[in-house]
T-cell receptor, first 111, second 112 residues
């Protein structure tokens, strides 16, 4: 069964304290891996797509990386406005299948 | 640019009442469309997806149904709501030939 597991479930950081969120996956063939940010009471906001191992994408204080079994979302010098739930999702090879989402990591950045 | 709308934003309905949630997308053609439900601590649950008008795939058997009467319109319905239908309902779209999905603002449904 295709699975996406995110860790930790929750993370509390001091402002400026860099860290990483993990997304590990067991799928039959990866077509793409996606990161989203979700604020409370809102729909997820698309951040990045990664297609192959070794690929990296950056946006402001966020950098996403991909290996053959997992992806990391690195947050450098976070600010309180980075507080949100970060979701990871994968697209697998078999036909027009929808994304498989992880349960997310809830990030809190304290000033 | 593309925009996705959902309404209503919030809804409180009694058990046994009908439901109709609407989602529309602007600025694109032939999108794939999706309905998700998000319950606390359970992540995003895919309910239905559609690759074209009148084409609906159901991921989870339940008392909900979906329809796509127009290219950029997706409707989620129920004839009789259950308490377990409470949750945050999200509509999403993806461009033709792409896989990243873009989400709407969501509808918070409370069944009492």
């Amino acid at each position: 069964e295709d699975q996406v597991t995110q860790s930790p479930e929750a993370l509390r950081l001091q402002e400026g304290e860099s860290s990483s969120l993990n997304c590990s996956y067991t799928v039959s063939g990866l077509r793409g891996l996606f990161w989203y940010r979700q604020d409370p009471g809102k729909g997820p906001e698309f951040l990045f797509t990664l297609y192959s191992a070794g690929e990296e994408k950056e946006k402001e204080r966020l950098k996403a990386t991909l290996t053959k079994k997992e992806s990391f979302l690195h947050i450098t010098a976070p600010k309180p406005e980075d507080s949100a739930t970060y979701l990871c999702a994968v697209q697998i090879y078999s036909g027009n299948t929808p994304l498989v989402f992880g349960k997310g990591t809830r990030l809190s950045v304290i000033a | 640019s593309q925009t996705i709308h959902q309404w209503p934003a919030t809804l409180v309905q009694p058990v046994g009442s009908p439901l109709s949630l609407e989602c529309t997308v602007e600025g694109t053609s032939n999108p794939n469309l999706y309905w998700y439900r998000q319950a606390a601590g359970r992540g995003l649950q895919l309910l239905f997806y559609s690759v074209g008008i009148g084409q609906i795939s159901s991921e989870v058997p339940q008392n909900l149904s979906a329809s796509r009467p127009q290219d950029r319109q997706f409707i989620l319905s129920s004839k009789k709501l259950l308490l377990s239908d409470s949750g945050f309902y999200l509509c999403a779209w993806s461009p033709l030939g792409a896989y990243e999905q873009y989400f709407g603002p969501g509808t918070r449904l409370t069944v009492t």
